[in-house]
């Protein structure tokens, strides 16, 4: 029987209807490329933190745990003040990429704590200190090297002795036009305390920029009402219980900001100023495109103050007669929903993990606004913006308007196209048609650039990112078949139409010699390489790579696949199948003959996956840095089941000649002529013979394996440093297990020794694929060294377990990845609550980078469902090599094929 919530999403496909309204606004516009209209790009500088409060935006809004509709025309938000703020809190502060010793940094501590899919149900905490927020204190401190760590809201007084407030945030929906906002504030300090709650309800700025609409209004028909007009979404009343009215303009303060006359005598900081400074700044004739509601409240030591306000089409004689009851049913409804989708044999904190991480993604979904036409060249009625600086300027047709999940709402606060294929196996598993939805966006006319390439993110829409989009489709389909038991081949054709497009894209631009060996510049691996691997040195002409050159066989196999299933319902997609084969032979034989020398990317004598540099002079080189670069070739596995190729008699057909007139194809990788344990096939460019020496690097604790997942640099560069030098160049990669100490690529994330959850969930994945080819007769040593022999299955259970050590409590009571703030362990308010950090301390197990990364690293609610769904892996009685095994089944399985 389908839960509430089911029934909701059923009915509220592409974010109408109950997704009409949600978590879409985003935590941070300001510092964005697309508000960026400064004449050289300097994105960081041209609207400030500070400057935020007075600048009304052009493409999209800001807020602390907002909410809007699905086009952004209407937003709510609360915003605060503890009567010490030089301004009201109506935005999250964190640096700058130059201000931080890392990159850009929130430094604000909030938490998305519940989120229904439809967000007929969510709530989020803000925790907000009583004396002033020291503004400038986290300025000056974090003016220090890259070798220190960032210096923290916690480090300073902030919350000493418990002074500060915990304030709850939760929206509830009575139906999709009724939308209940609730803010709870507990004063966590000995001694009373005065907050300051003001709810905020304006329109984006959608009318200055374009004459298709009239301006919209705000008026108060009441002293407990107010009420909004618009020609795009008609007439909205919004109710609070009690509070003073305050109106102004959602307009920008020229004077303050371009020192030039106002255009309106009440601007968007008028509020601000009127709370703060009692100046004249609010329109006594209470009307605008803004208004909040000024509530104020002493707070006993220990106690707590709940504000309500509604925001509804209704109009009604009493708002507040079932507010309490929508709460409690929208709540114990979103309760039922995730009782069904998380195991209840998983244990307490494992659950309660699975739903923090999809409360997460839920909560980072924002409504994202880039006309890159416009952009560029304004309205039709407006001068062109001054840019010397012409970014993105071949991407002209590139035109968003849409609800899209975000890697981080505030430090990333812009689509990534490879984070994206990540979200989209999370949220399949709570909202299967969002998670299409974002899957094919990618792919449409006004997002894929006509040359078939998918953008990557704002600062660079030509960057080139991993191409795990086919990968994320496959994913997304498969799961939502084992959810619904049906297989969606209209969603499945249409992304496989268009991913045709993007892989001869790849062909194209990224194998420049035409011999399938691939380039692509950082990959989305930033610091990984011993130089940017994007610039290359002098002399150096190309860096033929084992990541870039894997992920396209992985591409390949994900084609491959994905024609197989199509063929089902149309043979002609026997073709296509047969096509992605000779493309996946062609990347295994070109990645061990290379350049001059015919030097492959597998070096035999270190049982390991390389670059090659090739110089000016057609010489090729091995740089050998033992990294995930080398692992990623393991990915490039796919385990498909005869009975296929019993139905596929054409693609057999074409798929045998190919390996028999062609042998010199099919001895690099895995030979499809021998059957598996269960009459399956295995595709890869792994061989048995060097499969186990790689599982010896990635499985030795000297090396990759930590005590919390694997490290994305051996541990083995702790003490030998990679040295390049070439042309006078001189180039050194070393393992970094925490921050990063170079600035490459903005500094702000490290490939060089931590944890990354992208890459050990696709690890994990492929280690099952394996064991489901060779079952549990194979096992190996886990840790390398140890005496213990574990099959495939098991070991990515292992390694799932480590990783879920990150989200666990250690000894001193608080969970792994925190910091050694005694809050965490000691302060029941603090304890509980999780984060997603963006990656983790290769040793210690500490999150790093953005805190607030829920996108791939909720993967970790994956692994929780994946592990479950193993359990039952038993050793084998008897083992083998893998190389034995290859032997025995190619015997039983040659004629047969």
């Known amino acids: 029987m389908r839960s509430k919530e089911e029934e909701r999403l059923a009915q509220s496909t592409n974010n109408r209807t109950w997704k009409k309204w949600g978590t879409y606004l985003s935590d941070r516009q300001w510092g964005t490329v697309r508000e960026d209209y400064s004449p050289d790009g300097t994105a960081w500088n041209f609207i400030s933190h500070d400057m935020a409060q007075s600048n009304a935006y052009r493409w999209g809004d800001e807020g602390i745990a907002g909410f809007c509709d699905y086009q952004q025309i209407l937003c709510l938000a609360p915003a605060f003040w503890n009567g010490q703020d030089p301004i009201l809190k109506e935005r999250l502060f964190g640096l700058t990429n130059g201000q931080g010793n890392h990159g850009e940094d929130v430094k604000e501590l909030y938490f998305h704590l519940e989120s229904s899919p439809t967000h007929s149900y969510t709530k989020f905490l803000y925790k907000y200190p009583q004396i002033a927020f020291p503004y400038q204190e986290l300025l000056e401190q974090n003016r220090r090297g890259r070798e220190q760590p960032e210096y923290e ?49 304006w ?33 909205w009343h919004f109710y ?40 004249a700044t609010i329109n006594p004739e209470k009307q605008g495109t803004k208004v909040a509601i000024w509530l104020k409240e002493d707070v006993a030591g220990g ?66 606004y880039l006309d890159m036409y416009k952009w560029h060249y304004g309205e039709t009625h407006e001068h062109p913006p001054h840019r010397n600086l012409k970014r993105n300027s071949d991407w002209q047709h590139l035109t968003c308007r849409h609800i899209i999940s975000m890697p981080d709402k505030w430090e990333y606060p812009w689509f990534a196209a490879w984070d994206l294929a990540f979200h989209a196996t999370t949220l399949v598993h709570v909202d299967p048609d969002f998670a299409k939805h974002q899957m ?28 795990v989009h086919a990968w994320g489709v496959w994913q997304v389909y498969e799961i939502d078949k084992k959810k619904t038991g049906k297989p969606d081949w209209d969603f499945l054709e249409r992304a496989f139409q268009k991913l045709l497009m993007n892989f001869t894209w790849w062909v194209n631009q990224k194998d420049s010699n035409g011999t399938d060996l691939f380039e692509g510049g950082f990959l989305g691996l930033d610091n990984i390489g ?108 796919e385990v498909i089941d005869s009975s296929f190729f019993d139905r596929m008699l054409e693609f057999k057909i074409r798929a045998v000649s190919i390996t028999r007139t062609r042998p010199d194809l099919g001895q690099l990788i895995s030979d499809i002529e021998e059957k598996g344990k269960d009459g399956d096939y295995l595709f890869s460019v792994m061989r048995g013979n060097r499969l186990e020496p790689l599982l010896k690097r990635l499985l030795d604790e000297d090396e990759f394996l930590s005590d919390y997942g694997l490290r994305s640099l051996s541990k083995y560069h702790q003490e030998h440093p990679f040295e390049f030098g070439h042309n006078g160049s001189h180039h050194t990669i070393q393992y970094e297990p925490g921050e990063s100490s170079s600035p490459m690529f903005g500094g702000n994330s490290n490939w060089r020794g931590p944890i990354w959850l992208p890459l050990n969930y696709l690890i994990i994945q492929a280690l099952r694929k394996y064991h489901k080819y060779f079952g549990d007769a194979y096992t190996f040593e886990f840790p390398t060294n140890s005496g213990n022999r574990l099959n495939l299955n098991q070991i990515a259970n292992e390694l799932t377990k480590r990783l879920l050590k990150i989200f666990e409590r250690n000894e001193d009571g608080k969970f792994q990845y925190h910091a050694d703030h005694a809050q965490f362990a000691e302060d029941e308010h603090f304890r509980n609550h999780h984060l997603f950090y963006e990656f983790f301390h290769g040793d210690t197990g500490q999150g790093l980078g953005a805190s607030h990364q829920t996108g791939w690293t909720a993967l970790v609610a994956n692994l929780l469902l994946e592990m479950e769904e193993q359990k039952g892996s038993t050793k084998s009685e008897s083992t083998k090599s893998v190389d034995e095994l290859y032997h025995v089944q190619a015997a039983v399985a040659m004629n047969e094929f």
């Open 303 to 368: 106690g707590s103050a709940t504000f309500k306000v509604r925001l509804s089409k209704k109009s009604m004689e009493d708002p507040w007669i079932n507010f309490d009851h929508v709460f409690a049913i929208r709540k114990a409804e979103t309760d039922e929903y995730y009782e069904q989708l998380v195991p209840e044999t998983l244990p307490k904190e494992h659950r309660t993990l699975a739903r923090k991480a999809f409360a997460g993604m839920l909560w980072t979904k924002q409504f994202y």
């Open 530 to 637: 011993v130089f940017d691997r994007s610039h290359l040195p002098h002399g150096v002409k190309k860096l033929q790579q084992a990541d870039a050159t894997s992920w396209m066989a992985m591409y390949s196999l994900n084609m491959l696949r994905m024609s197989l299933e199509l063929a089902q319902q149309n043979r002609s997609y026997e073709e296509s199948a047969a096509k992605f084969f000779r493309h996946f032979l062609n990347i295994g034989k070109a990645m061990h003959h290379i350049g001059k020398n015919d030097i492959s990317l597998w070096d035999n004598k270190d049982k390991f996956y390389y670059d090659a540099v090739q110089y000016e002079n057609g010489t090729s080189e091995l740089l050998k840095v033992r990294s995930l670069v080398g692992i990623i070739p393991l990915l490039a596995v």
């Open 440 to 467: 094919q966006l990618m792919l449409r006319e006004y997002y894929m650039h006509p040359n078939g390439q998918i953008p990557a993110y704002e600062w660079n829409f030509s960057d080139v990112n991993p191409p």
């Open 153 to 201: 809201l916690l480090d300073t007084a902030a919350f000493r002795e418990n002074r500060y407030f915990d304030i709850f945030i939760e929206y509830a929906k009575s139906d999709p036009n009724d939308i209940l906002m609730k803010v709870t504030v507990h004063n966590r300090g000995p001694e009373a305390a005065t907050i300051h709650v003001l709810p905020h309800l």
């Open 240 to 279: 609070h219980q009690q509070g003073e009215q305050l109106f102004c303009e959602n307009e920008t303060n020229n004077q303050r900001v371009h020192h030039t006359a106002n255009d309106f005598l009440f601007v968007k900081d008028g509020i601000n100023n009127h709370v703060l400074h009692q100046a």
């Open 203 to 235: 329109f984006r700025n959608y009318w200055k920029h374009n004459s298709r609409y009239s301006k919209p209004n705000i008026t108060a028909p009441t002293a407990h009402c107010v009420q909004t007009n618009s020609d795009r979404n008609g007439k």
